[in-house]
């Protein structure tokens, strides 16, 4: 079964920040390191101190990775001590609403910060749909361990047709100003806002509706998810008689309803560099006996024709300024399993990820796939733009423009068991980080029968 629980959320003193644009950010791991140098210089309380640590450049025996980790400890302990942070009194849900735009249509996504207890994947209750790296894993342990604390949520999607998880959802909210409103730095098109929940009464009903699900879908978050599983093990471990209800047993997760009418999945377009084996000319004659191939007069041309493609075998192709635009579309669907030969489901294989990945950039570019594995060769771009100009700036060799993957397709492939190719999905927004912070020591539960709403008390 499905569990998650209210928890005492670690969160920024509203009375020291009555505007918290300074202190969020993006997740740690959408931050470069000029985005960290802009954050760091909005205030130094940013979360970045804690989730993205920095070296000291003045500080030469700081070079060791380890000090940044026992840094992030020190601030979260000092500001903790200061009152920078503070602790809620009893334990609480957190809906969390982004409104935003994309291509001039508002969107409003709606979801809920809960701590939501791990299992392990062949349980079958959540499950991730993209394969994780070790590098990524071993920084957040580090991190995790060290500090004691989950300081963001991953990006959890659950099956809720009917949406009822929702509707408790706004009826908690109902007439009440959201404890936190704020714009983010980087995501400035994006309007975040959260409500405290404390009502023992919506808690439950909410616990109940989600009980019983399966094949919850990690949408953002895998490397930390499975970091947490880790973790837990190892305090299991140490802890034989560690309550069910600990908080090493759970991480922290936003929850969206998989039909949610806000839930908007963007394409990830692939650019090909340091690679000059295939000339982009040839790729098209490569790719001639398979797709036909259209010219296209400039790059928003060539994003409407694959975008309008009702099966998504439709792919954008820039080659340089010599070569320019095409649309490069598959001739026959049979083709798929002919070119495809790996052992995967046809709706793997139909992803138009994986078609770029195994025919267009594989077979015909023969680009290698180590160097795809290990992104040596790849950049992966939510803005086509960005791949277009370093083409003509001479930094990039050729790129494959693609559609959105559908969410009927990424709730097959979770649901046969399969792991769709890096970068298949980038739902849009990301859930933004210092919102709300999870000690992993102590426990979870039900807030107290008195006091709907809650208050805030130093930590």
């Not at 994003?303 to 309008?308: C, K, S, T």
């Not at 423009?401 to 649901?415: K, N």
């Amino acid at each position: 079964m499905a569990v998650i629980k209210p928890f005492r959320g670690v969160r920024y003193n509203p009375a020291r920040f009555s505007d918290m644009h300074t202190v969020v950010s993006q997740p740690y791991d959408r931050i470069d390191h000029d985005l960290l140098q802009e954050y760091l210089a909005l205030s130094p309380y940013n979360i970045v101190h804690i989730i993205q640590g920095h070296i000291d450049e003045d500080t030469p025996q700081e070079s060791d990775p380890e000090a940044v980790y026992a840094r992030a400890r020190e601030y979260y302990q000092q500001w903790l001590a200061e009152g920078i942070l503070i602790q809620e009194d009893r334990p609480a849900l957190y809906v969390y609403e982004q409104q935003f735009t994309v291509n001039g249509q508002p969107y409003t996504r709606l979801g809920m910060i809960a701590a939501v207890e791990l299992v392990d994947f062949d349980k079958g209750i959540i499950l991730p749909h993209e394969r994780t790296h070790r590098g990524p894993k071993v920084d957040r342990y580090h991190l995790m361990k060290t500090l004691k604390v989950n300081p963001e949520q991953i990006f959890l999607l659950y099956p809720d047709v009917e949406n009822r998880v929702n509707a408790l959802l706004r009826q908690a909210t109902a007439n009440r100003p959201p404890d936190i409103d704020v714009v983010e730095l980087f995501e400035q098109d994006v309007r975040q806002r959260v409500w405290r929940i404390t009502d023992p009464a919506i808690i439950q009903a909410i616990e109940a509706i989600i009980e019983p699900m399966r094949h919850l879908i990690i949408a953002d978050g895998h490397h930390r998810y499975e970091t947490a599983l880790h973790y837990r093990n190892e305090q299991r471990k140490l802890n034989p008689d560690m309550p069910p209800n600990a908080a090493a047993n759970y991480i922290t997760a936003t929850l969206v309803s998989m039909n949610d009418p806000g839930l908007v999945v963007l394409p990830t377009h692939r650019e090909i560099h340091h690679f000059t084996d295939t000339a982009p000319a040839v790729i098209l004659e490569r790719a001639a006996p398979d797709f036909h191939i259209a010219p296209a007069a400039n790059l928003d041309n060539c994003l409407a024709a694959v975008n309008a493609h009702p099966t998504g075998h439709a792919f954008g192709f820039y080659g340089g300024r010599d070569v320019g635009f095409h649309v490069l579309t598959l001739k026959d669907e049979a083709l798929i399993d002919h070119l495809i030969t790996d052992d995967h489901s046809r709706t793997w294989k139909s992803l138009p990820v994986s078609i770029v990945h195994k025919i267009l950039l594989e077979q015909i570019a023969g680009v290698p796939a180590q160097g795809i594995e290990d992104k040596t060769l790849i950049r992966y771009h939510r803005d086509a733009r960005a791949a277009v100009e370093n083409i003509d700036h001479g930094d990039g060799n050729f790129a494959f423009f693609v559609s959105p993957t559908r969410m009927e397709d990424i709730q097959a492939c979770v649901a046969n068991g399969e792991q769709m190719p890096q970068k298949s999905t980038d739902f849009y927004p990301k859930m933004i980080s210092g919102l709300v912070l999870f000690p992993l020591t102590g426990e979870v539960g039900s807030p107290q029968m008195e006091s709907p709403h809650g208050e805030l008390i130093a930590g």
